[in-house]
């Protein structure tokens, strides 16, 4: 049976691929709380302050209260690193080290009246910050940016808070020893969110609920490209520097929000007809280009399947980022143009692609939520299987429920190891359960209500949703409406009890 490439490599249990050491460090930084503070004018003393973090279950300090941004304008400058050293040049290095330099503007209204209220960063250095033009006063400590603006904020109040900073940008290690944020590559930098990494290159609001249109500005050396989400609206290229413009359009997690730099090879093309038309723009680093051309160049036809069980695509683009395998370990479905570690194989760019609806369109309301990810996503690579000439779904259902589904036995049983819609915690929420019993929880849906009434339900789910966010309750709520009238008898709860919220392995009956 297949094994499943899109899942990070588990650090604690195969060769780190992180030193043991780096977690290390990682564990004794976030005990050293940093706490900056600088004046730029007045502000109340004490009142109504936008809560730091939004009670995530897994994450609580992500996010902020008291706000909701509608736009981010990110207007950045990348100075690459120095050459790593070369015993054959007696050039000296140029001098340049790595370093962002960003210009964020970001428009939020007040769900309710405040005097402060706080963005997440992690790292860089803030030289000011100002709302609605007027300098505010701020402070820093650890992750969390709070600003006072002159005269507080009113409910309702639609405010702009422009934020410039630099430094170089910092790598996380995540609970389960993955590694995200800004990740340095051979040629440029690759920075990817899941779950929390965004926050190493501009500051916001850097919670899955809280999701907004982008402006990612970005220049770079000229020769390199720089490529983020949406679409590419200019390129320009003065004193030897080139600024890309990426305009997204649609609402978006910041955890999918991406900046690629490096030296890829661009090539265009489109998918679908009439009026469901769009651009497709792929990004491959120069070793990659060879071995990932094939693959990728059914972009469009997967789009096209995809459409037919989940709903028009929901972005007005697409494509795809290939970095090389030495640079990132894992996928990430990054809006509109998913990344990947080398050249996918099929089921990993139909996984990715899936997200599209699963994930980046509907976008789940907490950590706790992951599952509506990745099962579905899961679900779709089973599904492409079905009809392209490989195992049935039930198959590979019945290939899980027996234990044979991967080569060796300690996976086949982490399977079981808790129930998907409640990960005991942070380091467990891309295990297993959450992809492939995930996905055994849909199939037990299809079972139950037929599979007609199952594939209107999917893409209903999508469609219901749509450039929204959504949580289990919401999910569970909405089959069973949805299974009154297309399977009335259909009995879900069971599928819920056992399957969604249950411990260990379910009975079939
Ligand atoms: N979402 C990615 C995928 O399935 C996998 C992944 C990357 C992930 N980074 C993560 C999952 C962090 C959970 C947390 O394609
Ligand atoms: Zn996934």
């Not at 893409?459 to 749509?466: F, I, L, P």
Request: proline share 8%; net charge negative.
């Amino acid at each position: 049976m297949v094994s499943c490439p899109h899942r990070i490599p588990d650090v604690s249990r195969s060769a780190p691929v992180v030193p043991a050491a780096a977690l290390l460090t990682a564990v004794t930084v976030t005990l050293a709380l940093t706490l900056t503070s600088c004046t730029g004018g007045g502000g109340a003393a004490d009142g109504t302050r936008g809560s730091a973090g939004l009670r995530d279950p897994y994450f609580p300090k992500l996010g902020n209260g008291g706000y909701d941004v509608t736009h981010y304008t990110l207007a950045l400058d990348f100075e690459p690193p120095d050459e790593p050293p070369d015993e054959s040049s007696d050039e000296s290095p140029s001098g340049a080290d790595g370093r962002l330099r960003g210009v964020a503007v970001v428009t939020a209204r007040a769900t309710r009246e405040l005097d402060s209220f706080n963005l997440d960063l992690k790292g860089m250095d803030v030289e000011s910050v100002a709302v609605g033009g007027v300098a505010a006063r701020w402070e820093r400590a650890g992750q969390e940016l709070s600003v006072t603006p002159e005269g507080g904020l009113g409910e309702g109040e639609t405010f702009r808070t422009t934020v410039r900073y630099s430094g170089v940008p910092e790598t996380i290690t995540d609970p389960d020893g993955s590694r995200e944020g800004w990740l340095p590559t051979a040629d440029g930098v690759l920075a990817l969110g899941e779950p929390t990494g965004s926050m190493t290159w501009f500051p916001g609001n850097h919670h899955p609920s809280d999701k907004a249109a982008y402006d990612i500005r970005v220049t770079v050396p000229e020769g390199l490209r720089a490529v983020s989400n949406g679409e590419l609206e200019s390129e320009s290229t003065e004193d030897g520097r080139t600024t890309y413009s990426w305009h997204t359009a649609e609402p978006m997690a910041s955890y999918v929000a991406t900046l690629a730099i490096g030296a890829y090879e661009i090539s265009r093309s489109t998918a679908g007809e009439g009026a469901g038309r769009i651009p497709v723009y792929v990004a491959v680093d120069p070793s990659q280009v060879k071995g990932s051309r094939a693959v990728l160049g059914r972009i469009p036809e997967v789009v096209g399947w995809a459409e037919g069980y989940f709903g028009p695509y929901p972005f007005s683009s697409t494509g795809a980022i290939v970095d090389r395998p030495e640079d990132v370990v894992y996928a990430l479905e990054t809006q509109n143009r998913p990344v990947f570690p080398g050249a996918p194989g099929i089921s990993l760019l139909v996984h990715e692609l899936a997200h599209q609806w699963y994930g980046d369109s509907v976008t789940p309301k907490s950590w706790r939520d992951m599952w509506l990810n990745e099962g579905f996503a899961t679900y779709a690579e089973w599904l492409w299987e079905e009809d392209h000439g490989g195992d049935s779904a039930q198959e590979i259902f019945d290939a899980l429920y027996e234990g044979d589904y991967f080569p060796d036995a300690e996976s086949n049983e982490a399977v079981w190891d808790f129930p998907p819609a409640e990960p005991p915690g942070a380091d467990r929420i891309s295990d297993s359960p959450v992809y492939e019993r995930g996905a055994m929880v849909l199939h037990r849906i299809r079972e139950a209500v037929g599979d007609d009434a199952f594939f209107e339900l999917i893409r209903g789910w999508a469609t219901a949703h749509r450039h929204g966010n959504a949580d289990t309750a919401d999910f569970t709520a909405y089959a069973e409406e949805f299974a009154e009238k297309a399977a009335p008898g259909a009995n879900l709860t069971k599928v819920w009890d056992d399957w969604l919220y249950g411990d260990g392995k379910p009975p079939l009956a």
